[in-house]
């Protein structure tokens, strides 16, 4: 065991000899005893291994002068980690740069021994720029670094500038770049910083920083051209160098100032410290103008003490700079330099004060306008002084006057008088002078006086639009006109002139211009022309209002008239009889005139068809244009015969929104889906859906019936006892007819060819028709001035003997459950309501009551025909009158009828002082018809205190402006805004107010289901654009009798004209119900204008319906009809009867169809000593000697006596026989009795 103990510990110690002891050199010895031994081994030493070496550099980096140098480190360590013995070599080596230590000249490799395991070198750098690296070897190792030799500090700086030449405009620019370089030419390292100053333009930098070795800037140009053509920038680096050249020169082109002016406001100050004055320079460019916004004038105090503004930039040429003062009383030189150009002027610093101020600084040229001038005065101590004399002068006397020369001063050092402006352009000084202890102070201010008006002329592209229409006819009734106001120089005026304005050369049929005056804003003004009734030319007339002779007029406006309406569209061919039968291609011209609302001949070039719905003929052309309301076309015959010779000529044009419904018939049910409408030139419409789509049955190419309808229908009616028999009643201004159509409206001649024109044709218009029922075939009838017309077979018709020849009746009412000659009727005139017993023939007037011009007359359905009939009328002016006692006493129900409609714009006096405006007035419902005057009763700064007073009403509340809107309750509001000219006393504007009176009723219908009654009412007013109507509801007991309530609208959905702009209600015209199986009312219906036609089936129990629109098929267009007759070779006819010597002769002179021969032709019959009849034909349709039907048999009757042997009878007809219209009847015929 213990030999194995010492044999281990041998071989531990063979190990660490030969791993190294730390000590190096000679062998080692051990000697190794044990108790039997002694063992003695001799270990010979090795050399140690290299194991590392690492490589450092003092610095990382040294400057590439050639010069600079830094240590390389290498540290040697064996394979242990122990630094390698003393004098272990180690060799250096470089790509750059010198590395020894102490050797002259340059080496790349350099060896060093160790030292406690250190190795040095030192590296000397080269002088170009780049990277040194050092390698360190020893025994097979190596290690490395890296030195970068890098640019010394700024030794070269040079200058470039791309473009070197500019335009100085103030935005033209060139990219200066600076390269820095080190002595070496190398670029310096980035961040060397530059700096860099201009003369005149602008730097995007004034400090920069290297990168890359240069610098890049942009260089802005000045907007002027210095003295000498060029700008200056230098450059400078931080250790001093400047950058080459210097400085950098960039050449200028442009602008150039030539002078500069300086000025001074005010010219002496307090020396206080902290008065200021005004220093104004003017600069002016080589050439004259000025030079660009934006150039730089500099200031500065030449001499004298106080402190000025550094630099200004000129704006319209001029540059301002602040001067204050010093403490020190004395004068100061001020100098102002642009572009190399200088100026000077003197401010004096003064032991107190003048300043000098205008109230307002600027004024109109009017000769009338006035200033405050204040001149206020303070010692050195900046204290006011009082009882001291100002005394004021003015440099112009030709631009105004002062109301004295001196004031003095109160206790707020404060003189004052006042300025008047003289009628003229220009700009005053007005000086204050202030004598102080001998030394004399002055102040200044300066009042704009604007130029004038010197000319006024319609701006371009006005009057806008050129034509309006007449108002109310739907198109614009409008047109604005811009004028231009300048001054002498032909400048626009300023703000504030008045301009007035007149209707030059007018037609007196209300158009109107508004406003009457108006102040000009960036030199204009803007006036309204609003159409009137009538069409023509109107001139509008501008004038300044203080010198009336400035003005200009308008060339014409023209208005238009507006469409056609039915009334004022008329037909009238040349004749109405040519013989179209006999000869083919004869031309008959046919005329049509064409009006608008107000009788004007429509606007030129209004389109115009005609057409004959294949009834005969041929319409060449088929269209025409009007000219002075006028147009024809030609109507040419065929070889086709119309039936029974009668063709019918229609023509056509589109109306407007005064084209309205007339009439409405709703069939009792079951037959309630059928609804027939009337229209003011469209004919009749016909519904068979409960009126929600329309036909036409007033003109078709398919039904040659229906083109016998005259198309301005005033009434519908249908007969009770059989819906297929409707009748029309027709007509306007002088003449009308009664149409009666047996198959539902298809057919508008009793089913009767020979039936062209009616079964009534009377020289007024049938304005009202009514059907019997009870299986009576009576008809009644009002007309036009014709009186009333009453027939037992609805065909025939008597006049009756009280309400005859000269009456109106414009409705008629019937006593359910009475007939016929004992029918109880009721009528409405135009001089109250009448009541008959006998079926028309006799009438009473039982009372009378104010106002009893009768549009409508309804009849409650409980009303019998005894002394409790209940009837309700609506009138012309004076609203819904009521009758319970059969129209013994009546009562007028007009409580809730009517409200506040319109105003005027209002219209600022021309003579006002003030330039505030008034707003657009707004009414109430309890708004009254009358003129309003808003006068100044007080004046005020910034307001004033106005007195508002109505023609009607009366004086009301005073309206201070302060307060805001102005309210009288329900009536009206309205602003008024002062101006930047307060309001004076006497100051005014005025404006109408107009109320819808809802009076004008022109239908009622009754509600006896919910017990309501409604009206419809009807205004035009003289200051309204068009007419409106509203619909209002009245509660009613169940026996008919009114409630207390009022009239309430009754409108909901109803439509409006033209919104947004105008929301008054299109005039309404006719209101009826329908019954549903049960009797009770299921729906209303209401026809208007603007062809306008509305539904209402919810909304009834409470009296407000809601109105749904129902006019599908309607349309606009309106027709004017006349039936001309093609006539054939007439043929005369003679039958002889003889008793004794006494002889009767029936004579015909006809066609074939029994119609006579065209106008001019004769017809002679005479015996040898007298003439029995000498006839010359008129242009007519029918005429004696014909007979077309047996109904209408009218021969000649001829009688004579006869001598035997002595007597003959020649009858000779001889008709017009030419190749124009009217044509030829044939040959001449003669036949002789001879006795």
């Given at each position: 065991?213990?030999?194995?103990?010492?044999?281990?510990?041998?071989?531990?110690?063979?190990?660490?000899?030969?791993?190294?002891?730390?000590?190096?050199?000679?062998?080692?010895?051990?000697?190794?005893?044990s108790s039997t031994s002694t063992t003695t081994t001799t270990v010979?030493?090795?050399?140690?291994?290299?194991?590392?070496?690492?490589?450092?550099?003092?610095?990382?980096?040294?400057?590439?002068?050639?010069?600079?140098?830094?240590?390389?480190?290498?540290?040697?360590?064996?394979?242990?980690?122990?630094?390698?013995?003393?004098?272990?070599?180690?060799?250096?080596?470089?790509?750059?740069?010198?590395?020894?230590?102490?050797?002259?000249?340059?080496?790349?490799?350099?060896?060093?021994?160790?030292?406690?395991?250190?190795?040095?070198?030192?590296?000397?750098?080269?002088?170009?720029?780049?990277?040194?690296?050092?390698?360190?070897?020893?025994?097979?190792?190596?290690?490395?670094?890296?030195?970068?030799?890098?640019?010394?500090?700024?030794?070269?700086?040079?200058?470039?500038?791309?473009?070197?030449?500019?335009?100085?405009?103030?935005?033209?620019?060139?990219?200066?770049?600076?390269?820095?370089?080190?002595?070496?030419?190398?670029?310096?390292?980035?961040?060397?910083?530059?700096?860099?100053?201009?003369?005149?333009?602008?730097?995007?930098?004034?400090?920069?920083?290297?990168?890359?070795?240069?610098?890049?800037?942009?260089?802005?140009?000045?907007?002027?051209?210095?003295?000498?053509?060029?700008?200056?920038?230098?450059?400078?680096?931080?250790?001093?160098?400047?950058?080459?050249?210097?400085?950098?020169?960039?050449?200028?082109?442009?602008?150039?100032?030539?002078?500069?002016?300086?000025?001074?406001?005010?010219?002496?100050?307090?020396?206080?410290?902290?008065?200021?004055?005004?220093?104004?320079?003017?600069?002016?460019?080589?050439?004259?103008?000025?030079?660009?916004?934006?150039?730089?004038?500099?200031?500065?105090?030449?001499?004298?003490?106080?402190?000025?503004?550094?630099?200004?930039?000129?704006?319209?040429?001029?540059?301002?700079?602040?001067?204050?003062?010093?403490?020190?009383?004395?004068?100061?030189?001020?100098?102002?330099?642009?572009?190399?150009?200088?100026?000077?002027?003197?401010?004096?610093?003064?032991?107190?004060?003048?300043?000098?101020?205008?109230?307002?600084?600027?004024?109109?040229?009017?000769?009338?306008?006035?200033?405050?001038?204040?001149?206020?005065?303070?010692?050195?101590?900046?204290?006011?002084?009082?009882?001291?004399?100002?005394?004021?002068?003015?440099?112009?006397?030709?631009?105004?006057?002062?109301?004295?020369?001196?004031?003095?001063?109160?206790?707020?050092?404060?003189?004052?008088?006042?300025?008047?402006?003289?009628?003229?352009?220009?700009?005053?000084?007005?000086?204050?002078?202030?004598?102080?202890?001998?030394?004399?102070?002055?102040?200044?201010?300066?009042?704009?006086?604007?130029?004038?008006?010197?000319?006024?002329?319609?701006?371009?592209?006005?009057?806008?639009?050129?034509?309006?229409?007449?108002?109310?006819?739907?198109?614009?009734?409008?047109?604005?006109?811009?004028?231009?106001?300048?001054?002498?120089?032909?400048?626009?005026?300023?703000?504030?002139?008045?301009?007035?304005?007149?209707?030059?050369?007018?037609?007196?049929?209300?158009?109107?211009?508004?406003?009457?005056?108006?102040?000009?804003?960036?030199?204009?003004?803007?006036?309204?022309?609003?159409?009137?009734?009538?069409?023509?030319?109107?001139?509008?007339?501008?004038?300044?209002?203080?010198?009336?002779?400035?003005?200009?007029?308008?060339?014409?406006?023209?208005?238009?008239?507006?469409?056609?309406?039915?009334?004022?569209?008329?037909?009238?061919?040349?004749?109405?009889?040519?013989?179209?039968?006999?000869?083919?291609?004869?031309?008959?011209?046919?005329?049509?005139?064409?009006?608008?609302?107000?009788?004007?001949?429509?606007?030129?070039?209004?389109?115009?068809?005609?057409?004959?719905?294949?009834?005969?003929?041929?319409?060449?052309?088929?269209?025409?244009?009007?000219?002075?309301?006028?147009?024809?076309?030609?109507?040419?015959?065929?070889?086709?015969?119309?039936?029974?010779?009668?063709?019918?000529?229609?023509?056509?044009?589109?109306?407007?929104?005064?084209?309205?419904?007339?009439?409405?018939?709703?069939?009792?049910?079951?037959?309630?889906?059928?609804?027939?409408?009337?229209?003011?030139?469209?004919?009749?419409?016909?519904?068979?859906?409960?009126?929600?789509?329309?036909?036409?049955?007033?003109?078709?190419?398919?039904?040659?019936?229906?083109?016998?309808?005259?198309?301005?229908?005033?009434?519908?009616?249908?007969?009770?006892?059989?819906?297929?028999?409707?009748?029309?009643?027709?007509?306007?201004?002088?003449?009308?007819?009664?149409?009666?159509?047996?198959?539902?409206?298809?057919?508008?001649?009793?089913?009767?060819?020979?039936?062209?024109?009616?079964?009534?044709?009377?020289?007024?218009?049938?304005?009202?028709?009514?059907?019997?029922?009870?299986?009576?075939?009576?008809?009644?009838?009002?007309?036009?001035?014709?009186?009333?017309?009453?027939?037992?077979?609805?065909?025939?018709?008597?006049?009756?003997?009280?309400?005859?020849?000269?009456?109106?009746?414009?409705?008629?009412?019937?006593?359910?459950?009475?007939?016929?000659?004992?029918?109880?009727?009721?009528?409405?005139?135009?001089?109250?309501?009448?009541?008959?017993?006998?079926?028309?023939?006799?009438?009473t007037k039982p009372s009378s009551f104010t106002g009893e011009n009768?549009?409508?007359?309804?009849?409650?359905?409980?009303?019998?025909?005894?002394?409790?009939?209940?009837?309700?009328?609506?009138?012309?002016?004076?609203?819904?009158?009521?009758?319970?006692?059969?129209?013994?006493?009546?009562?007028?129900?007009?409580?809730?009828?009517?409200?506040?409609?319109?105003?005027?714009?209002?219209?600022?006096?021309?003579?006002?002082?003030?330039?505030?405006?008034?707003?657009?007035?707004?009414?109430?419902?309890?708004?009254?018809?009358?003129?309003?005057?808003?006068?100044?009763?007080?004046?005020?700064?910034?307001?004033?205190?106005?007195?508002?007073?109505?023609?009607?009403?009366?004086?009301?509340?005073?309206?201070?402006?302060?307060?805001g809107e102005y309210i009288i309750s329900n009536i009206l509001k309205?602003?008024?805004?002062?101006?930047?000219?307060?309001?004076?006393?006497?100051?005014?504007?005025?404006?109408?107010?107009?109320?819808?009176?809802?009076?004008?009723?022109?239908?009622?219908?009754?509600?006896?289901?919910?017990?309501?009654?409604?009206?419809?009412?009807?205004?035009?007013?003289?200051?309204?654009?068009?007419?409106?109507?509203?619909?209002?509801?009245?509660?009613?007991?169940?026996?008919?009798?009114?409630?207390?309530?009022?009239?309430?609208?009754?409108?909901?959905?109803?439509?409006?004209?033209?919104?947004?702009?105008?929301?008054?209600?299109?005039?309404?015209?006719?209101?009826?119900?329908?019954?549903?199986?049960?009797?009770?009312?299921?729906?209303?219906?209401?026809?208007?204008?603007?062809?306008?036609?509305?539904?209402?089936?919810?909304?009834?129990?409470?009296?407000?319906?809601?109105?749904?629109?129902?006019?599908?098929?309607?349309?606009?267009?309106?027709?004017?009809?006349?039936?001309?007759?093609?006539?054939?070779?007439?043929?005369?006819?003679?039958?002889?009867?003889?008793?004794?010597?006494?002889?009767?002769?029936?004579?015909?002179?006809?066609?074939?169809?029994?119609?006579?021969?065209?106008?001019?032709?004769?017809?002679?019959?005479?015996?040898?000593?007298?003439?029995?009849?000498?006839?010359?034909?008129?242009?007519?349709?029918?005429?004696?000697?014909?007979?077309?039907?047996?109904?209408?048999?009218?021969?000649?009757?001829?009688?004579?006596?006869?001598?035997?042997?002595?007597?003959?009878?020649?009858?000779?007809?001889?008709?017009?026989?030419?190749?124009?219209?009217?044509?030829?009847?044939?040959?001449?015929?003669?036949?002789?009795?001879?006795?």
């Open positions: 065991m213990r030999n194995y103990f010492y044999v281990t510990i041998c071989i531990l110690i063979l190990f660490l000899i030969s791993c190294g002891s730390g000590s190096q050199g000679g062998s080692t010895t051990t000697t190794t005893s010979e030493p090795t050399t140690p291994r290299v194991g590392s070496v690492t490589n450092n550099a003092g610095s990382s980096s040294i400057v590439a002068d050639g010069e600079s140098d830094t240590n390389i480190t290498a540290t040697v360590k064996d394979t242990n980690g122990t630094n390698m013995p003393d004098g272990t070599s180690v060799v250096f080596k470089t790509s750059a740069g010198d590395i020894d230590n102490t050797q002259a000249g340059s080496q790349d490799s350099f060896t060093a021994k160790t030292k406690n395991g250190i190795a040095i070198a030192t590296l000397a750098s080269s002088t170009q720029l780049g990277t040194a690296t050092i390698n360190a070897s020893s025994g097979g190792v190596t290690g490395s670094t890296t030195v970068k030799f890098v640019a010394g500090p700024p030794y070269k700086v040079q200058l470039s500038a791309d473009p070197s030449t500019l335009e100085a405009n103030g935005s033209s620019t060139s990219t200066i770049k600076v390269n820095v370089f080190d002595k070496y030419d190398n670029p310096v390292s980035d961040g060397e910083t530059v700096n860099f100053k201009v003369k005149y333009g602008n730097l995007s930098n004034l400090t920069s920083e290297t990168k890359g070795g240069s610098v890049s800037i942009t260089y802005t140009s000045p907007k002027y051209v210095p003295e000498g053509g060029k700008d200056e920038i230098t450059a400078q680096a931080t250790n001093g160098v400047y950058g080459e050249p210097n400085p950098l020169i960039i050449t200028l082109k442009g602008t150039q100032i030539s002078s500069i002016t300086l000025s001074a406001d005010p010219e002496s100050l307090a020396a206080d410290g902290k008065s200021q004055s005004t220093i104004t320079a003017t600069v002016t460019k080589a050439g004259g103008g000025n030079p660009p916004d934006g150039t730089r004038v500099n200031f500065s105090i030449v001499s004298g003490g106080g402190s000025i503004t550094e630099y200004a930039e000129t704006s319209s040429g001029v540059a301002i700079g602040i001067l204050t003062s010093s403490t020190t009383a004395e004068t100061v030189k001020i100098r102002a330099e642009s572009g190399g150009k200088t100026n000077e002027v003197q401010v004096k610093y003064t032991p107190g004060s003048v300043s000098v101020s205008a109230v307002p600084s600027s004024m109109l040229g009017t000769g009338e306008e006035k200033a405050q001038i204040t001149a206020t005065i303070k010692n050195a101590n900046g204290n006011p002084v009082s009882n001291e004399t100002v005394k004021f002068t003015i440099d112009d006397q030709t631009l105004g006057t002062l109301s004295a020369g001196s004031a003095l001063t109160n206790i707020n050092g404060e003189a004052i008088v006042d300025f008047t402006a003289a009628s003229k352009g220009g700009t005053v000084t007005i000086t204050g002078l202030w004598t102080n202890s001998g030394t004399d102070i002055t102040g200044t201010d300066t009042i704009d006086i604007q130029q004038p008006p010197s000319s006024i002329a319609v701006s371009n592209g006005y009057p806008n639009p050129i034509s309006i229409n007449v108002k109310g006819t739907g198109g614009q009734s409008t047109s604005q006109v811009i004028f231009d106001v300048k001054d002498s120089k032909g400048n626009f005026v300023v703000d504030g002139y008045k301009i007035i304005f007149s209707i030059e050369s007018g037609l007196n049929g209300g158009e109107k211009v508004t406003p009457s005056s108006d102040l000009t804003s960036s030199g204009k003004v803007s006036v309204v022309l609003s159409s009137g009734s009538k069409s023509g030319p109107v001139s509008i007339k501008a004038a300044y209002y203080n010198n009336t002779n400035i003005a200009a007029t308008t060339s014409s406006i023209t208005i238009n008239a507006g469409p056609p309406v039915g009334k004022e569209f008329t037909i009238s061919p040349a004749y109405v009889n040519v013989s179209g039968i006999y000869i083919v291609n004869l031309e008959n011209t046919i005329n049509i005139n064409a009006g608008d609302a107000y009788s004007n001949a429509v606007p030129d070039n209004t389109a115009i068809s005609f057409k004959t719905y294949n009834t005969g003929g041929l319409i060449t052309p088929n269209s025409a244009n009007t000219k002075d309301g006028k147009a024809s076309s030609s109507l040419r015959s065929t070889q086709t015969d119309p039936i029974q010779g009668f063709l019918s000529v229609t023509s056509e044009a589109n109306g407007g929104k005064t084209t309205h419904v007339t009439s409405l018939k709703i069939l009792p049910y079951p037959d309630n889906n059928y609804v027939y409408a009337g229209t003011d030139g469209g004919g009749v419409y016909k519904s068979t859906d409960y009126g929600s789509s329309w036909t036409n049955i007033s003109r078709s190419s398919d039904i040659q019936g229906q083109n016998w309808l005259e198309p301005y229908v005033n009434n519908i009616e249908v007969d009770p006892d059989n819906s297929n028999t409707v009748y029309a009643a027709t007509g306007k201004l002088g003449g009308g007819h009664i149409y009666r159509s047996l198959d539902g409206g298809l057919n508008w001649n009793s089913a009767n060819t020979e039936e062209w024109n009616g079964i009534l044709n009377r020289g007024c218009a049938i304005l009202k028709l009514l059907c019997d029922d009870g299986s009576s075939s009576y008809v009644w009838a009002g007309t036009n001035g014709d009186g009333f017309l009453y027939s037992s077979d609805g065909i025939s018709f008597n006049t009756s003997a009280t309400l005859s020849a000269g009456k109106t009746i414009k409705d008629i009412a019937k006593i359910p459950n009475t007939h016929g000659a004992s029918a109880v009727l009721y009528a409405g005139t135009e001089t109250g309501v009448y009541r008959s017993a006998d079926g028309a023939q006799t009438w009768i549009n409508t007359v309804v009849l409650h359905p409980t009303s019998t025909g005894g002394a409790t009939d209940i009837i309700y009328t609506g009138t012309e002016d004076a609203g819904v009158w009521v009758s319970l006692n059969s129209a013994t006493s009546w009562s007028s129900y007009t409580s809730g009828m009517g409200k506040g409609l319109s105003a005027t714009t209002p219209d600022a006096d021309i003579n006002n002082k003030g330039n505030g405006s008034i707003s657009k007035v707004t009414v109430g419902s309890s708004t009254k018809t009358e003129n309003w005057t808003i006068t100044c009763k007080s004046e005020a700064s910034d307001g004033g205190l106005f007195s508002v007073t109505g023609s009607v009403s009366g004086d009301q509340s005073d309206y201070d402006i302060k307060t309205f602003t008024i805004t002062d101006g930047s000219t307060d309001f004076k006393k006497d100051d005014k504007f005025t404006f109408s107010t107009t109320r819808d009176p809802g009076r004008s009723i022109k239908s009622i219908v009754v509600d006896d289901t919910n017990n309501y009654l409604y009206a419809v009412t009807y205004f035009s007013g003289s200051k309204e654009p068009h007419p409106v109507g509203n619909v209002y509801s009245h509660k009613l007991n169940s026996d008919g009798s009114f409630t207390a309530d009022n009239w309430v609208e009754a409108n909901t959905n109803l439509p409006q004209y033209d919104p947004p702009d105008d929301a008054t209600l299109f005039a309404q015209h006719v209101i009826t119900i329908e019954k549903d199986s049960t009797g009770k009312v299921s729906s209303l219906l209401l026809g208007g204008e603007g062809i306008n036609l509305y539904k209402a089936t919810t909304g009834l129990s409470t009296g407000n319906p809601s109105w749904k629109e129902s006019k599908s098929g309607l349309t606009n267009l309106i027709m004017a009809r006349a039936p001309i007759l093609f006539s054939g070779e007439c043929i005369m006819t003679i039958y002889e009867e003889r008793t004794g010597n006494n002889v009767t002769y029936r004579v015909y002179i006809q066609d074939k169809n029994g119609n006579p021969p065209i106008s001019g032709s004769t017809f002679v019959a005479k015996t040898t000593t007298q003439t029995l009849r000498d006839i010359t034909y008129g242009d007519v349709y029918r005429h004696q000697g014909t007979n077309p039907n047996s109904s209408t048999d009218d021969p000649y009757i001829l009688s004579t006596t006869v001598t035997p042997g002595e007597s003959q009878v020649t009858f000779t007809f001889t008709p017009t026989c030419q190749d124009t219209a009217p044509g030829c009847s044939g040959g001449k015929q003669e036949q002789i009795f001879y006795y």
